[in-house]
């Protein structure tokens, strides 16, 4: 089995903690910000609380996607328990119903905080779950990490570009992953491992269509 292949993937374990380091980094971020929403009040500061809604549901839906299009994928191979992808991908598509609920809200509606108190809980659940099992069962052998890191980081600049979010944020946005690696993952994904990153991120993101 996959096991004990330590030959072309014995440097895999690098790039996997890379990965969840970062998802774990977007992860504290976001959950900060639902925090920070509870102290808003959409009466008083409806620009505000509009601005932090906007801002927390593109960066739910670039990590998402990532994790949709590259990580699960991935991880569904390195897994015990594929059910947890099953019910990771399950409540994506939940999160997602109330993000486009969102989007067609403002502070003036009167469920718009309700609305994002509601996402905020479902997506703290989701990121327990994504850190308590799902990331402490991967392991090393079961997919091409380096790849997948790779592909991830260079979908992520491609996602924030296209969302209009400011992609030198990638190293401040997540200082937790910034201090404890991307550092070198980051300036390789934009070299000479781009094209074939891009590449086959394109290609899953069509297969997935
Ligand atoms: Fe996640
Ligand atoms: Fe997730």
Same mark, same amino acid.
Request: glycine content about 6%; some cysteine.
């Given at each position: 089995?996959?096991?004990?292949?330590?030959?072309?993937?014995?440097?895999?374990?690098?790039?996997?903690?890379?990965?969840?380091?970062?998802?774990? !980094?977007?992860?504290?971020?976001?959950?900060?910000?639902?925090?920070?929403? @509870?102290?808003?009040?959409?009466?008083?500061?409806?620009?505000?609380?509009?601005?932090?809604? %906007?801002?927390?549901?593109?960066?739910?839906?670039?990590?998402?996607?990532?994790?949709?299009?590259?990580?699960?994928?991935?991880?569904?191979?390195?897994?015990? @328990?594929?059910?947890?992808?099953?019910?990771?991908?399950?409540?994506?598509?939940?999160?997602?119903?109330?993000?486009? &609920?969102?989007? $067609?809200?403002?502070?003036?509606?009167?469920?718009?905080?309700?609305?994002?108190?509601?996402? $905020?809980?479902?997506?703290?659940?989701?990121?327990?779950?994504?850190?308590?099992?799902?990331?402490?069962?991967? %392991?090393?052998?079961?997919?091409?990490?380096? %790849?997948?890191?790779? @592909?991830?980081?260079?979908?992520?600049? &491609?996602?924030?570009? @296209?969302? $209009?979010?400011?992609?030198? !944020?990638?190293?401040?946005? !997540?200082? $937790?992953?910034?201090?404890?690696?991307?550092?070198?993952?980051?300036?390789?994904?934009?070299?000479?491992?781009?094209?074939?990153?891009?590449?086959?991120?394109?290609?899953?993101?069509?297969?997935?269509?």
């Amino acid at each position: 089995m996959a096991t004990r292949n330590t030959s072309s993937r014995s440097s895999g374990s690098g790039s996997k903690n890379k990965i969840t380091a970062m998802l774990k !980094a977007d992860h504290k971020k976001v959950r900060k910000a639902f925090k920070d929403f @509870e102290k808003l009040d959409p009466q008083e500061d409806p620009e505000a609380c509009q601005a932090l809604v %906007t801002q927390t549901l593109a960066e739910i839906e670039v990590h998402a996607e990532l994790e949709e299009q590259l990580f699960y994928p991935a991880a569904r191979g390195a897994i015990k @328990e594929e059910d947890l992808i099953d019910e990771a991908e399950v409540e994506h598509m939940t999160a997602k119903v109330l993000i486009e &609920q969102l989007k $067609g809200m403002g502070p003036d509606d009167e469920k718009f905080a309700a609305t994002f108190k509601v996402l $905020g809980e479902y997506v703290n659940h989701h990121i327990q779950e994504e850190e308590g099992e799902m990331f402490k069962q991967l %392991t090393q052998a079961g997919a091409e990490w380096d %790849t997948v890191l790779e @592909e991830m980081l260079a979908q992520r600049e &491609q996602l924030m570009q @296209e969302k $209009g979010m400011p992609v030198e !944020a990638q190293a401040d946005e !997540a200082p $937790g992953a910034a201090r404890a690696a991307p550092r070198s993952a980051g300036a390789r994904a934009g070299s000479e491992a781009r094209p074939q990153a891009a590449g086959k991120a394109s290609r899953s993101r069509s297969e997935k269509q």
